[in-house]
């Protein structure tokens, strides 16, 4: 069972900060001393008896300080704003000014729901069934309510997981114990059909309530679980033959 998690500001953002208006000085002088050293030279070669080479040296210059001057402009001006929408939305966060989204997965399966719940519980089935390089229960923690999932993907990332809330082979309910965004609750639920049962995964997620998601929370989670569901269906499949 997988997830993702919480978003925690950082300390060293104000370091950050400086650090970045140091680096934006030191590109100021050099900018401008690089353009005051171009202009010396297009007076020199004006001097020596061509200046109409020189002018065009001191226009072009001076075109390209102007565009650069209103490219930096534009740009410090989107990221003040994107700085502050962040702040607030955490200040939102902090103060406990969240809205729900939730949203759901299902498909059907020829088998009855301890079979599927012996597929999906594990952590090792992580495997199988996702992305997951390589999973495990975090040793030291307890069988059922508790107990913590680490999954190390292919592409280096690591999350870890945390069951609480189960009634086996019924439903389980996780959540993320790694930081990494959005408050979020997974749900993975199996109720019995005349075929065999239902899987359904679901996913709820709090968020600040002055953010908005980019995407429909249905259709991508629809997206993002689809393979999931689909695999399951495939691994049942294989060890019926």
Sequence with gaps: MYGRAVYASNPAEVHNGQVIKFIRVVHGVLFAA????????????????KPELGLGIILTATAMWVTLVVASAVINRRHKRAVRSAEIAKSAAAAGHTKTYSAHATEDYEHDAHTVWSLIRP???????????????????????????????????????????????????????????????STYRLEPTAAGCALTVGI?????????????????????????????????SARDC
């Excluded at 690591?158 to 609750?185: C, D, N, Y």
């Excluded at 249905?218 to 689809?226: D, F, L």
């Design 34 to 49: 690089g353009y005051l050293a171009i202009a010396v030279l297009a007076s020199v070669i004006s001097y020596y008896g």
């Design 123 to 185: 952590a090792e089935s992580a495997v199988l069934l996702n992305d997951a390089q390589r999973a495990f229960t975090v040793p030291g923690t307890p069988a059922g309510v508790g107990e913590q999932q680490c999954f190390i993907r292919r592409d280096g990332s690591v999350s870890i997981m945390e069951i609480v809330g189960e009634e086996s082979p019924w439903w389980a309910t996780a959540r993320p114990v790694t930081p990494e965004g959005a408050l979020k609750r």
């Design 204 to 236: 709820v997620m709090e968020i600040p309530v002055n953010a908005e998601l980019a995407e429909d929370p249905n259709e991508r989670w629809e997206a993002q679980m689809r393979p999931y569901l689909n695999r399951v269906k495939e691994v049942l």
